[in-house]
């Protein structure tokens, strides 16, 4: 019983390598195609929330923050 156990867990294990290989690809071209989007290319972006914080009070204007994760793993 545990050797048939223990082949289903590795088979599980390289079934789960093999998909999460073809997953990061599909993140990557999914992470490409929202930096292509106009809003992203043609808006200055700030990573650092603090400076964000800083520029807002500064300008008087609000933050526009855009999250996402489609290109997570």
Known sequence: MR???RMAVAALAG???LSTSGYAQSLEDKLEKKLAKD???NA???LD???AKK???ESGKP???YF???YAP
């Open 3 to 5: 050797i048939g156990l």
């Open 15 to 17: 079934a789960l390598a």
């Open 39 to 41: 809003f992203v290319k």
């Open 44 to 46: 200055t972006w700030e």
């Open 49 to 51: 929330l603090e400076t």
């Open 55 to 57: 520029k807002s009070k």
């Open 63 to 65: 933050i526009f923050a």
């Open 68 to 70: 996402t994760r489609s």
